[in-house]
Structures are given as structure tokens and as C-alpha cells.
């Protein structure tokens, strides 16, 4: 749904006019605790994964890599592409760790990607550490940086740190769904 925000499509429309010039890497993550500490009587407590819960169980895709690492990978793919030499094939995956969880689904997982054209992407995804929704796009002239990559609210800010500093705030009066069913509504009723 993120990739229709109007935040997304002016990140790609600044990257394609070379703000931050031509594209060398980005970082992107997307965690939260979701297991947070409850207080009892003053005592802080971890809840315990639930394998009857998605998050945590397997069979029905559960895992930080399936659940939010999906956010940062398909992100890294779109920068990606927008260099050329791009073929999704040749991608490499380096570094890549995960922790297993006591329902054996990854709790934490981290990769590099490599692609054919040289960009570079770090990805981190984790349903135990409060990574944030956060962005980094770095080119040869400065960076772009976005706080809330995947669902942003009714201002969103994208950071631009060049040879300007700037920021771009965008407004948006739907919930970020709206955009996502209005394009695939849009292409249905045109046959596309």
C-alpha cells in the first residue's frame, strides 16, 4: 500500500530529478516490539509469543522477514530499479542473520542486498526491537530521509540533506489504503 502514497511517488520523482544525485545505497528498517512489556504491579513483564497468533506462526507466514521485511525489500527493489542495469535476478544477498523465536518464525532478521548496477541496500525487519518505519536513500550529492516509510500520516516529511537542506511535507487526507484501492480500482475499470 505504501507504494501509492503520494509521500512514495514524490520520493521516486525527486530520485529520478537527481536531488540527491546518482544513487549509491539506503537503509531501511520496519520493527516494533510486539511482544512489549506489560507492568503488574509495577513489574515489567514480556508476553510471550502466541503460536496460535500470525506473528508467530509459521504455517501462516508468520516471522519479521514475511511480515514487515517485505516492507524494506520491495522498497529496495523500487530504488533499485530506477537505475539502470537493473536485473532483479542478479541481486545478491549478503550478511544475512535472523534469530529464531521460541515458535521458530525469526524475530530479528537482517540482509544486505547487492544489486547488478552496484546499489547497495541494508534491511532489517524485527517483531522485538522498535527499529522504526526509517529510510535512508544516500546518492553521491547528499541523502533523502524519510521517518515513517510505511504508513504515513496526514503530513509526512521527506528530509533532503544535500547542497540544500530541505524539508517537503506532503499532505494527505486518506488513509493510506485509499491510494492503493483506488489505483487497482482505476485498472480494473480500464482493463489494465
Not at 88 to 104: A, D, Q
Not at 137 to 146: C, N, Q, R
Amino acid at each position: 500500500m505504501y507504494r501509492y502514497h503520494p509521500q512514495t511517488e514524490k520520493v521516486v520523482d525527486l530520485l529520478k530529478n537527481k536531488v540527491i544525485g546518482n544513487l549509491v545505497s539506503m537503509e531501511s528498517f520496519f520493527g516494533f516490539d510486539a511482544l512489549g512489556k506489560k507492568k503488574i504491579f509495577g513489574i515489567k513483564l514480556k508476553k510471550k509469543p502466541n503460536r496460535n497468533y500470525k506473528l508467530y506462526n509459521k504455517e501462516l507466514g508468520g516471522g519479521a522477514i514475511l511480515d514487515l521485511g517485505c516492507y524494506p525489500v520491495s522498497f529496495s527493489i523500487l530504488i533499485a530499479s530506477l537505475i539502470s542495469k537493473f536485473d532483479f535476478i542478479k541481486t545478491k544477498v549478503l550478511n544475512k542473520k535472523k534469530e529464531i523465536g521460541p515458535t521458530g518464525v525469526d524475530m530479528n532478521s537482517f540482509a544486505e542486498l547487492n544489486f547488478e548496477n552496484n546499489f547497495k541496500s541494508t534491511v532489517s525487519a524485527s517483531l522485538t526491537q522498535n527499529l522504526g518505519k526509517k529510510t535512508k536513500i544516500i546518492g553521491t550529492k547528499g541523502e533523502l530521509v524519510l521517518n515513517d516509510t510505511w504508513s504515513p500520516t496526514n503530513l509526512s516529511s521527506i528530509h533532503i540533506n544535500g547542497e540544500n537542506k530541505e524539508t517537503i511535507e506532503i499532505e494527505c487526507h486518506n488513509n493510506i489504503y485509499t491510494y492503493e484501492i483506488d489505483i487497482m480500482s482505476k485498472c480494473i475499470l480500464e482493463n489494465l
